[in-house]
T-cell receptor, first 117, second 111 residues
Framework: NAGVTQTPKFQVLKTGQSMTLQCAQD?????MSWYRQDPGMGLRLIHY???????DQGEVPNGYNVSRSTTEDFPLRLLSAAPSQTSVYFC????????????????FGNGTRLTVT | GQSLEQPSEVTAVEGAIVQINCTYQ??????LSWYQQHDGGAPTFLSY????GLEETGRFSSFLSRSDSYGYLLLQELQMKDSASYFC????????????FGTGTRLLVSP
């Protein structure tokens, strides 16, 4: 198993450009999510999905779109990059969503380091 | 929503014991998780507490007091490789299907 695979590892964009960060998992996980990590601010949830065709917003969704057409893939789209989106982006998955009796561990990808100039 | 507080940095020496605290404020509560992240790496899951008390996994233990909205991660017999950032995270009914992370505690272990 490769686990959670993110591409690219590094990316530099100019302000206003768009791009898609790729995330794929081969564990047949139901739940997938995107976080961004900035110094001193921990991990903040951007969007998440509880299954194919179902997505919802996290804490900081503005400027990002997601879709979940298959169980395996959960791409994150930056519509018009801004310097404030310079960050490290992590995709994470788990076998089920969180709930009253479930707290499955999140499996993280290795991250995409994005710089917007 | 949810908010969590952790110390920003903790230092200790090899072989020592260190405790990393986490206090949280949520409307409702499912459980408290802990994750470890080495510099330049991805977070990895360490432990989860849904009920009050201590959960032990090798050199690491995690404690939860629901009445105090408080938990901690206890690391024993510290090793240099334990130098990393440690994050607590909560899941709660108001953030159903979400895991919200604290800002992290950087642990520096010296020889």
């Amino acid at each position: 198993n490769a686990g959670v695979t993110q591409t690219p590892k590094f990316q530099v964009l100019k302000t206003g450009q768009s791009m898609t960060l790729q995330c794929a998992q081969d564990m047949n996980h139901e739940y997938m999510s995107w976080y961004r990590q900035d110094p001193g601010m921990g991990l903040r949830l951007i969007h998440y999905s509880v299954g194919a065709g179902i997505t919802d917003q996290g804490e900081v969704p503005n400027g990002y779109n997601v879709s979940r057409s298959t169980t395996e893939d959960f791409p994150l789209r930056l519509l018009s990059a801004a310097p404030s989106q310079t960050s490290v982006y992590f995709c994470a998955s788990s076998y089920s969503p969180f709930g009253t009796t479930r707290n499955p561990p999140l499996h993280f990808g290795n991250g995409t380091r994005l710089t917007v100039t | 929503g949810q908010s969590l507080e952790q110390p920003s940095e903790v230092t200790a020496v090899e072989g020592a014991i260190v405790q990393i605290n986490c206090t949280y404020q949520t409307s409702g509560f499912y459980g408290l998780s802990w994750y470890q992240q080495h510099d330049g790496g991805a977070p990895t899951f360490l432990s989860y507490n849904a009920l009050d008390g201590l959960e032990e996994t090798g050199r690491f233990s995690s404690f939860l007091s629901r009445s105090d909205s408080y938990g901690y991660l206890l690391l024993q017999e510290l090793q240099m490789k334990d130098s990393a950032s440690y994050f607590c995270a909560v899941s709660a009914p108001t953030g159903f299907q979400k895991l919200v992370f604290g800002t992290g505690t950087r642990l520096l272990v010296s020889p």
